[in-house]
């Protein structure tokens, strides 16, 4: 049973942090590229940031860029998401997702595996 478990939202007020993580089991996801997306009330699912099956390679939506930072610990089978100068346009529910194929690059468009979410909510 393949399994991603968010942790680590909560409410911030602007320009504070917080450090979302995301468990998997079931499966090592070493091989596969993973990400995060959000979705806020009534608007669609965002992509958020990915990083390759190997760590190698970044990506981050334009809004977040420089902001929040993506990483993995596949010996922990852990992805992570450091968010820093929280804006109250981040406020939404927090997905972890990981790929359909090994050693894919990113995640945005072959996201299979989802997580239930964490919600982070920014106050301004």
């Known amino acids: 049973q393949v399994q991603l478990v968010e942790s680590g939202g909560g409410l911030v007020q602007a320009g504070g942090s917080l450090r979302l993580s995301c468990a998997a089991s079931?499966?090592?996801?070493?091989?596969?590229?993973m990400g995060w997306f959000r979705q806020a009330p009534g608007k669609e699912r965002e992509y958020v940031a990915g990083i390759s099956w190997a760590g190698s390679t970044t990506y981050y939506a334009d809004s977040v860029r420089g902001r929040f930072t993506i990483s993995r610990d596949n010996a922990k089978n852990t992805l992570c998401l450091q968010m820093n100068s929280l804006k109250p346009e981040d406020t939404a529910v927090y997905y972890c997702?990981?790929?359909?194929?090994?050693?894919?690059?990113?995640?945005?468009?072959?996201?299979?595996?989802w997580g239930q979410g964490t919600q982070v909510t920014v106050s301004s």
């Open positions: 079931g499966r090592t996801f070493s091989n596969y590229a």
């Open positions: 997702a990981a790929d359909s194929e090994k050693f894919g690059r990113d995640v945005r468009r072959t996201a299979v595996y």
